[in-house]
């Protein structure tokens, strides 16, 4: 048996609102300090890993804006506009491997990231820190072919 290797392409990114340019009372984060990130094929955005330095019950919404995304494989019913990336309760815990829910991105260049973060009552996240881990993959074209 022999096995071809085929080289996907795949960056981690890191992402924290303390190093975020905050806006609209803090739930808007826009990251520009990276080098553009190419995607040549169809990808999956996922998040690897969530901390936030809170111990309080409430229940955060993180959104994605500035990047493109195939709109007909994602149904958001909040008539936002904006897909949700991620809804968490932090209750003082940091989380992996989360669900493995994936955002499927379309070939672009990313040259800033806003992330909308809000709380329940649609406040924006105050002196909370909140970093997330994001991994972009491209899908393999046996996956990607097959629809």
């Known amino acids: 048996m ?17 190093d975020g340019t ?33 111990t309080s019950d409430d229940v955060y919404t993180i959104k994605l804006d500035k990047v493109n995304y195939n709109k007909a494989s994602y149904y958001n ?5 904006l897909p949700t990336i991620l809804t968490k309760s932090f209750n003082g815990k940091s989380t992996m491997v989360l669900d493995n829910v994936a955002l499927e991105l379309t070939p672009q ?3 800033e990231i ?3 973060i809000t709380k329940e ?3 924006g996240v105050g002196a909370v820190v909140i970093k997330l881990e994001i ?10 072919s097959g629809r």
Do not use: H
């Open 22 to 54: 905050a806006t609209d009372t803090n739930r808007n984060y826009s990251f520009t300090n990276f080098n553009t990130i190419s995607i040549k094929k169809p990808s999956y955005l996922k998040i690897d890993a969530i901390t936030a330095n809170t």
């Open 114 to 116: 806003v992330l909308r």
């Open 77 to 81: 019913s909040d008539l936002n506009g």
């Open 121 to 123: 009552d649609g406040s």
């Open 135 to 144: 991994s972009i993959e491209e899908i393999p074209d046996d996956i990607f």
């Open 2 to 18: 022999s096995y071809l290797y085929n080289k996907k392409d795949y960056k981690k990114i890191i992402l924290s609102t303390a």
């Open 109 to 111: 260049e990313i040259n």
